[in-house]
Nanobody, 128 residues
């Protein structure tokens, strides 16, 4: 599966951005999709994940209530709507895919090693 993320940019604190991630898989709905981010000088961390059909989502506590993850399997796409952005949201954002046969769970959604497929990342910069 090849993934292409886009939609990053520079915004002021309180602003919004919408990230998109398009996948190449024929059966895109087979994949749990996740968003991760890596801030300068920090390790990559979990942001959000969505199940195969878009019914269930998990979020990191730091973005809960501000970010919303959705998907459109007909367009092979997953989205991350980011509202009320803060300077600490500045990072490179990555989308990732996993085709685990197991049920969608918080623990599996947050674990980076369970995602074998990764996009190239898109930079989000939030200024104060």
């Amino acid at each position: 599966v090849q993934l292409q993320a886009c939609g990053g940019g520079s915004v002021q604190a309180g602003g919004s951005l919408r990230l998109s991630c398009v996948g190449s898989a024929r059966t895109y709905s087979n994949y749990v999709m996740g968003w991760f981010r890596q801030a300068p000088g920090k390790e990559r961390e979990f942001v959000a994940a969505i199940d195969r059909v878009g019914r269930a989502t998990f979020y990191a506590d730091s973005v809960k209530g501000r970010f919303a993850c959705s998907r459109d399997n007909a367009k092979n796409s997953v989205y991350l709507q980011m509202n009320n952005l803060k300077p600490e949201d500045t990072a490179i954002y990555y989308c990732a895919a996993q085709d685990s046969p197991y049920a969608f769970s918080d623990a599996r959604a947050r674990t980076q090693s369970r995602y074998p497929y990764w996009g190239q990342g898109t930079l989000v910069t939030v200024s104060s």
